[in-house]
């Protein structure tokens, strides 16, 4: 009951705020509103260097950015920004000419591609089909370095895991910064013909100082919830041709290692590794593109971040870093995470087609793997299964958009093995019923077969799942509402899944479950002061499984507030009903089977940037928790400090810890410690020397256990280094050479030792055409 009152006012908060209080609306008078860019054509030989100094622009379109649209709301900048365009019929030139009045504060540093969001950039949005449906992004910072993104309207999201092959350069000089970009025509994906095209732009600047400024050509509506559909129209391009944008890339892996078991021997197992790949990309028009890889290495240039998984019940996320499926990764998303390719390990080849013709979009990829890996799902845990058998893996996404306001798709995915299957299928729809609502709603099904003998590797919640001999189906369902203003939001989540749906190839840990959510928030702004913005948000949910009993009710709400050097300051509360683990694991039942335990906590994160060099922030959780190993409840504290600093414009150190510990009965249970350290040195825009030290060190009190604890290590630490140099032309033509090892300290180890260490070397080229 408690909690129902609390969701009721947390809802009733955040639909009934004085809106009096609140900065008023700018409404932006006729003269602001936007004309269309008009690019012009003008050829020539163009050296990119950052200077300035080609004719050709003298020719070019000029372009201001008049407004500040983030923090504050469409004011004035406190710079200026111009830009310049013009195009060949091959390349889109772009120069930026960022004037500052204190160079001395512009932030800007050598980093590795894509790392450079915080810092001082320019850059521009640019949507060829004009449908407010993706963006391309291209930033540089004042030294050129690139950050190139895809924003999804459809999904919310931004990845810049795609990286396109465009060219840069920058320089500091004593007004500014300028910069010069060359964007290959044939890297984009737009509609031919003769006449001229309209696609849709927006050119930005980051200027952080004491706050981060967004500045643009554009003024924002922030009572549009619809990014894309504000970018202006840009015309020109009417002889651009895309050409069949060919690239071939070899690849040649040389590794060796070795690996033991300490606790068992000191002798070494040896194994060495040559292989030879190949990855093709093609226009097949300019609309359609196909990759294509055979005998891939997806080595891994960058470590996953390290993650703590005690007393956790579900599987970890680890977020795809392969180029072949980061590759278009957005022509595949949907509302339920179906299509997650990390659960492909390590395929012989793959072949995937994606494009967009007029208001059909589709995206198909198809891959076999050596073994075959996915989550066994459940209400109350996940787990991982590995079948040692190859298996095939297909998966399709089509999208229909009838309108600007309404899409609908239809997705499939395919695991084959020799004893083991698994068929999805499902429509999915958005409708943009005004400028601030939004509907999604999504329905799968699916066809199961597990090996008979599968169940027998797990215990619990994970062997009952797997126990079907015959084939098996279910559904899953999703409708989600989402209103969102200037200033308050409110959102409604339903999601059904069945018992017996299972979603293989995507990161799906949830069946037998059926959640509501409703939530909210309210914003103040200001821009007169040391803060920018005050938020207060909040949510209810509850879950039943399919029976109807209860697996979790929650309440939650925060406080925010964003201030000066890039602060960001949040409280919150939480309450939440919650079931602990089954008494009787031979069971699939809840009630009766499960204690309902209360989980009251507080958390608390701060984050600030008080120098370009120097940002640091804290996460803090503070409250109980159950203990799932022992089936009670105890008093949990979370810390997740994290920091990084660039010591020079060339060397920066990025480190990260978690220290978690959980006290029952007055007494330590664990405390677990994970640190994970990456000193880089960049020397320049394409070579960096990297080092990665990964520490773990977990502390059990075995004597406050109840259960048998001849499973558990009452001391275990862990290791890991990687050191790496990499150098790369563009993001297809690189060279990479490392050294990587591993050791651990157990309760069957007086010392820590080693248990693998590998050195390998990676090199790939690539012929464009």
């Known amino acids: 009951m408690i909690k129902r009152v609390f969701a009721v006012s947390v809802t009733f908060l955040v639909m009934t705020i004085n809106s009096q209080v609140l900065a008023q609306i700018k409404v932006l008078p006729e003269n602001q509103q936007q004309s269309p860019i008009v690019i012009p054509n003008v050829k020539g030989v163009v050296t990119l260097d950052g200077q300035f ?177 504000q970018l202006g129209d840009m015309s020109g391009f009417r002889q651009a041709k895309q050409g069949q944008n060919m690239a071939l890339v070899p690849t040649l892996v040389v590794a060796k290692g070795r690996s033991r078991d300490p606790i068992e021997t000191l002798d070494w197992d040896y194994s060495d590794n040559q292989e030879v790949g190949l990855d093709v990309s093609w226009g097949i028009t300019p609309e359609i593109s196909l990759q294509a890889t055979i005998n891939p290495d997806f080595s891994q240039v960058e470590s996953d971040i390290a993650q703590l998984s005690i007393n956790n019940t579900n599987a970890l996320f680890f977020s795809e870093r392969r180029p072949f499926f980061l590759e278009n990764a957005d022509y595949f998303t949907s509302s339920f995470n179906l299509i997650y390719t990390r659960n492909i390990n390590a395929p012989d080849y793959g072949v995937k087609v994606t494009g967009r013709m007029d208001e059909h979009s589709l995206g198909v990829f198809a891959a076999n793997d050596e073994s075959t890996t996915f989550l066994v799902p459940g209400n109350l845990r996940s787990n991982v299964a590995e079948i040692e058998e190859e298996s095939k893996n297909l998966a399709v996404r089509y999208r229909y958009d009838h309108s600007d306001e309404l899409s609908v798709g239809v997705v499939s995915t395919l695991r084959d093995s020799d004893s083991y299957h698994n068929y999805v299928y499902g429509i999915d729809s958005k409708y943009q019923i005004t400028d601030q609502d939004t509907l999604r709603v999504q329905w799968v099904g699916s066809q199961t077969q597990y090996p008979i003998d599968l169940s027998e590797e797990f215990d619990a919640e994970s062997a009952l799942r797997l126990q079907q001999e015959d084939e098996f189906s279910g559904q899953a369902f999703r409708i989600n509402y989402r209103h969102e203003e200037r200033d308050w939001t409110f959102r409604a989540d339903h999601f059904r899944n069945d018992e017996n749906f299972r979603a293989d190839l995507g990161f799906f840990r949830g069946i037998d479950r059926e959640t509501s959510i409703i939530g909210g928030a309210y914003r103040w702004y200001n821009e007169n002061s040391w803060w920018s913005r005050i938020e207060v948000f909040g949510d209810w949910d509850i879950a039943h499984n399919n029976a109807g009993d209860l697996l979790e009710e929650e309440a939650e709400i925060f406080a925010s507030i964003r201030g000066k050097w890039q602060s960001y300051f949040e409280v919150g509360l939480q309450t939440r009903d919650k079931v602990g683990v089954r008494q009787d694991e031979s069971s699939l039942a809840v009630d009766g089977n499960a204690t309902l335990f209360n989980e009251d906590s507080a958390s608390f994160f701060f984050e600030m940037r008080p120098d370009p060099s120097l ?27 994290r920091m990084n600093v660039s010591l020079g414009k060339h060397l920066q150190l990025n480190m990260r810890h ?112």
């Open 53 to 229: 100094d080609d004719p050709q622009w003298q020719s070019a379109k000029l372009v201001t950015l008049n407004y500040v649209v983030r923090p504050h709301e469409n004011t004035q900048p406190p710079v200026k920004t111009e830009v310049r365009l013009f195009e060949d019929d091959e390349t889109l030139y772009i120069g930026f000419m960022a004037y500052d009045d204190d160079p001395e504060a512009i932030s800007a540093f050598y980093r590795d591609r894509d790392k450079v969001w915080s810092e001082d950039l320019v850059g521009f949005k640019l949507d060829t089909f004009n449908d407010s449906r993706l963006a391309y992004q291209f930033f540089t910072n004042p030294y050129g370095i690139q950050a190139d993104s895809i924003q999804n309207e459809m999904t919310g999201r931004e990845s810049d895991s795609w990286n396109a092959i465009w060219d840069s350069a920058g320089q500091i000089t004593e007004q500014g910064y300028q910069v010069e970009i060359a964007i290959p025509l044939r890297i984009l994906n737009f509609k031919e013909g003769e006449e001229d095209k309209i696609w849709g732009a927006e050119f930005v600047r980051f200027y952080p100082r004491e706050e981060r400024y967004r500045i643009s050509n554009l003024p924002t509506d922030r009572n549009n919830s619809c990014n894309l559909c």
């Open 615 to 641: 940002y640091f922030a804290t996460f803090v959780r503070y409250g109980d928790r159950i203990d799932f190993d022992n089936n009670r409840l105890g008093k949990f504290t979370n810390i997740n400090p």
């Open 658 to 769: 978690t220290y978690r510990t959980l006290e029952v009965d007055d007494a330590e249970l664990f405390t677990a410690n994970l640190t994970d350290a990456r000193l880089t040195y960049q020397f320049d825009q394409r070579q960096f020397l990297r080092l990665i030290v990964l520490y773990s060190d977990i502390q059990r009190n075995l004597d406050n256990y109840i259960v048998d604890t001849s499973d558990f290590q009452s001391s275990s630490r862990s290791l890991s280094t990687q050191l790496l140099y990499s150098y790369k032309i563009n993001p297809l033509t690189k060279f990479f050479i490392g050294y990587s090892d591993g050791s651990f300290q157990d309760d069957d180890l007086t010392t820590r030792r080693v248990s693998e260490q590998s050195v390998f070397m990676k090199f790939s080229y690539a012929w464009l055409n």
